[in-house]
């Protein structure tokens, strides 16, 4: 069958922009975990891991929009405050931005950011 028998298709509608609220939930398989050497104390919580989801097409849109930059990004993903991430020490950071590239699409590593 070449296709010229068949009927072309209709032409698809616009479909309109509708601000719905929705929430992806993450098994912890599919997120990662980074026990810290150097524990923090958060509002008086001991932070001694820190868990890092992947991205969703939104936290990638704000990025390569502009909005977020590469600190913030990795901060959504750990759903922590970046100054959070900042009081990290040394070696936990840098174990950290490991498991973010790891996490991130190549071209979000690729591109120069200021930061991150």
């Known amino acids: 069958m070449t296709g010229a028998d068949e009927a072309a298709p209709a032409p ?4 309109p922009e509708v601000d719905v609220e929705a929430k992806v939930e993450f098994d912890d398989a599919v997120c990662r975990f980074l026990p810290l050497r150097h524990p923090i104390t958060v509002d008086g919580e001991r ?3 820190i868990r890092m989801r992947p991205p969703l ?7 390569s929009n502009a909005e977020i930059s590469n ?3 990795m901060a959504r993903l750990c759903e922590r405050p970046s100054g959070v991430l900042k009081k990290l020490v040394w070696s936990d950071a840098e174990a950290l931005m490991e498991i973010f590239h790891q996490m991130v699409p190549e071209f979000v590593l690729a591109a120069p950011k200021d930061d991150a």
Do not use: I, P, T
């Open 12 to 15: 698809a509608s616009a479909v």
């Open 47 to 49: 932070v001694s891991r």
């Open 57 to 63: 097409l939104e936290d990638v849109d704000d990025w």
């Open 71 to 73: 600190r913030e990004l």
